[in-house]
């Protein structure tokens, strides 16, 4: 027991150092940033004036299998192919599920999700997808 005091103790002690050091020395924090495999969601929130949405999907994966999301919660396997509202989120629909407060954060922490660059298109980030072009098609030599 001793050494998970010691380590929580230390890790409190470097987190404390580091808020202390953005705010006397000006050093800035990184800010968020969408990652490989995030999902940009921005169906709505650039016309309400808010941020798109980026999902961490890998963060999520890891703790959770697929049909947690897309088959029980009705999550569809295509970025944009939801038609996701704040409305439905706090009615416990999609991802108010599970952030409804007591199995993680709610809704009224809107820049923990509303964290992408205004603008940005609702998309797999990082996706190849985005970058394949189709070949040209180019007859066969007819002889």
């Known amino acids: 027991m001793r ?3 010691t380590r929580l ?4 002690r470097a ?3 580091a808020l202390v050091a953005s705010v ?8 968020a940033q969408a990652e490989y495999g995030d999902v940009i969601i921005n169906n709505y ?5 808010m941020r798109p949405a980026v999902f961490p999907h890998w963060y999520h994966r890891i703790r959770f299998r697929c049909k947690v999301c897309h088959a029980d919660l009705g999550f569809k396997f295509k970025a944009g192919g939801n038609k996701i509202t704040m409305a439905k989120i706090i009615d416990g629909k999609f991802c108010g599920a599970c952030h409804n407060g007591e199995i993680a954060w709610s809704v009224e ?5 509303h964290s992408g660059k205004p603008g940005m298109p609702t998309q797999i980030h990082g996706s190849t997808v985005q970058r394949l072009v189709a070949p040209t098609y180019k007859p066969a030599d007819k002889k």
């Open 24 to 31: 006397f020395w000006g050093v800035s924090m990184q800010p």
């Open 3 to 5: 050494n998970v005091t």
């Open 15 to 17: 987190a404390a150092l």
């Open 109 to 113: 922490n809107c820049g923990l999700c």
């Open 9 to 12: 103790t230390t890790w409190w």
């Open 45 to 49: 929130s650039d016309a309400a004036g």
